[in-house]
């Protein structure tokens, strides 16, 4: 594979999948006339460059965003005719603002304490809130995963029941980064939604369990243990077939 590309670190205010994306880019420009060539996968991809699978991954949504590759089911990553005589770099290192796997690192350091220190201070009330946010999540059905309110306010809920102003902004403005990131919305269109959300609540049941028994440290784990199973999911989708109807279809050139 040729000699091993240095580790990359943040540069300046760059974000790591920035330079991870441009280097990919660079990699399809230099390959762009060797018909024998094939876009590595993203497990092979994270090896030559020696970062992890979840910053490739959101090198690849930025570069789908900008039209460069698109990710295709069980096919992997697909170089797409470059527009024009050549790469636009600039255009490729433009900030798309926080990763989605860099907002799920955030939220499990913040809520999975927050998850601790509300189940020491839960109320019977508290319980019922959680209750209803699990029923009205039961209740959105739609294909995609975007529009989840009772996920979000299950999350902010829990954050309140520690009682702390600070915590609360702080897991607000993660979702609120959430709610408006185009990356993690990217992401979303290949997740196959019927076919995660019942493990998600699932989780969701889990961390419930905890703080009504006033565990904490049954809490934290249940709340970790649930990021990490978005992360893992939203990583290992392709692998495991989960990708939405449309995106399959759009591989094989029929629906399933």
């Known amino acids: ?5 240095p580790t990359l670190r ?22 762009a006339k060797n018909p024998a060539w094939r876009m590595p ?21 930025a570069l789908e965003m900008r039209g460069l590759v ?31 796997f860099e907002l799920l690192e955030a939220r499990l350091a913040v809520e999975a304490s927050a998850a601790a220190m509300a189940a ?3 109320t019977n009330y508290d319980i019922a809130v959680l209750e209803d946010c699990i029923a009205q999540m039961e209740h959105e059905t739609d294909v995609t995963l975007n529009n989840e309110k009772g996920d979000r306010d299950f999350h902010v809920t829990i954050a309140r029941m520690t009682g702390n102003a600070i915590i609360v902004s702080i897991v607000e403005a993660l979702w609120v980064q959430r709610d408006e990131s185009l990356m993690w919305k990217k992401l979303h269109e290949h997740i196959h939604a019927p ?25 934290y784990k249940a709340m970790a243990r649930h990021i990490r199973n978005v992360s893992n999911e939203l990583m290992e989708a392709d692998e495991r077939g989960r990708f939405a109807p449309e995106v399959m279809q759009a591989d094989d050139g029929k629906s399933r």
């Open 195 to 219: 076919s995660v959300r019942p493990l998600w609540i699932g989780d969701h049941h889990a961390i419930l369990t905890a703080l009504r028994l006033r565990n904490p440290d049954a809490a």
């Open 1 to 5: 594979m040729g000699a091993a590309v």
């Open 41 to 61: 996968s993203e497990r092979e991809l994270a090896e030559e460059l020696q970062v992890s699978r979840p910053v490739v991954r959101e090198a690849v949504i």
């Open 10 to 31: 943040l540069q300046g205010e760059q974000r790591l999948y920035q330079i991870v994306a441009r280097r990919i880019a660079r990699m399809i420009e230099a390959n």
């Open 70 to 100: 698109e990710v295709k089911g069980r096919a992997g990553i697909v170089v797409l005719p470059v527009r024009g005589n050549q790469v636009n770099f600039d255009k490729i290192s433009a900030d798309a603002g926080p990763g989605p």
């Open 120 to 122: 020491e201070r839960a």
